[in-house]
């Protein structure tokens, strides 16, 4: 389970012996992610998705998944999906950059785990991965924005990069007024320095749950 701030979400990874369709025969292997919200997660209940994924838990999902797969290499999983099951406990702001921060570690874990069990010949990670959102709130860059704090936000943005420091995804909007080239190179530089930060308390944790 990651939590920044008051936002929790747990992360668990499931493995099955297959891949998708477009894959079969191919011998390389598949990541994939679900994202959810449990009903009581935010302040006000909201329904369960009984009849498939609405468009935000779509999206971010796929977000998840792309960033995963930036940093592995599927031709060494064999024919394997890894499913990453992202589950929001508590909502506060940041649920998607939490999301991909924790489902990295999970992700770590299983992978080492099937390495020791001789079923992977090498781990197919090549670095980390981590996300962290910043915003413009009040004419002020705040890295992590809580619920509150991305309601008033004129510029947001969302970062996704690996622990090499290379983009895997930028999604950010003007909320108002445009945003000029210089205040871009300030969110990126805020954001890069909170993922730096991310990747330190993700290896903690890789340490911690692999040498258990």
């Known amino acids: 389970m990651i939590e920044a701030g008051l936002t929790r979400v747990l992360c668990a990874v499931s493995v099955e012996e297959k891949v998708p ?32 994924r609405d468009g935000r838990s779509v999206e971010i999902q796929r977000l998840i ?17 890894f499913t990453v099951d992202c589950d929001v406990i508590q909502a506060d702001g940041g649920t998607r950059t939490a999301a991909i921060t924790g489902a990295y570690v999970a992700l770590y874990q299983a992978m080492d785990r099937l390495v020791r069990e001789g079923k992977l010949a090498a781990m197919p990670l090549s670095t980390s ?13 705040l890295l992590d924005l809580c619920y509150e704090e991305d309601l008033h936000a004129d510029v947001d943005f969302n970062v996704v990069v690996t622990g090499q420091g290379d983009f895997v995804e930028v ?42």
């Open 65 to 81: 998944g792309r960033s995963l797969r930036a940093v592995t290499n599927l031709e060494v999983l064999g024919e394997r999906t």
């Open 129 to 141: 991965v981590a996300a962290v959102s910043v915003g413009v709130v009040l004419e002020e860059t």
């Open 171 to 212: 999604q950010g909007t003007a909320e108002g007024a445009p945003f000029s080239a210089s205040r871009l190179d300030a969110i990126l530089t805020l954001a890069k320095s909170g993922i730096q930060a991310l990747n330190r308390e993700q290896q903690a944790a890789v340490e911690a749950l692999t040498a258990a």
């Open 21 to 52: 369709a477009f894959l079969r025969g191919q011998g390389r292997g598949w990541v994939t992610a679900e994202y959810g919200m449990l009903p009581r997660s935010t302040l006000t209940r909201r329904p369960r998705e009984r009849n498939g």
